[in-house]
C-alpha cells in the first residue's frame, strides 16, 4: 500500500464538496471562525463608512486622550479602526499630535 497516494486521495475525496468557507474555517478553528463571523456580521449591519470615521476622528482621539470610554461611547469608530489599516494610521496620528502637541 502507497500511503502518499492514499493521502492524496484522502485529500482529493475532501476537496470537491466545496462547501461555505465558514464551515471549513469552523471546522479548522472553531474559536477564530466565531470571532471572525462575529466580526464580519457586526461590519455588515453597522458599518461606517472610512469617511464618517474620519468626521469623527478628532473627537474619538480627544475622549480617548481624556480617557473617556471610547468603547462605550463610539463602538462604531472603534470596530472600524480594528479592521482599517487606513484609519488606525489616521487616528494614530491624531493621538500623537494631541499627546505631544508642538
Ligand atoms: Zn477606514
Known sequence: MNLFRKI???????????????????A??????????GMLEKTQ???LTCDEVFALLDQFAEMTAR???????????????????????EYESLMNVIQHPA
Open 8 to 26: 492524496k486521495q484522502l485529500f482529493s475525496w475532501q476537496q470537491p464538496p466545496t462547501r461555505s468557507a465558514g464551515m471549513a474555517m469552523q
Open 28 to 37: 479548522a478553528n472553531p474559536k477564530m471562525a466565531q470571532k471572525i463571523l
Open 45 to 47: 449591519e453597522e458599518e
Open 67 to 89: 480617557g473617556e470610554n471610547v468603547s462605550e461611547l463610539m463602538p462604531l469608530v472603534e470596530l472600524h479602526l480594528e479592521i482599517c489599516g487606513d484609519c488606525r494610521e
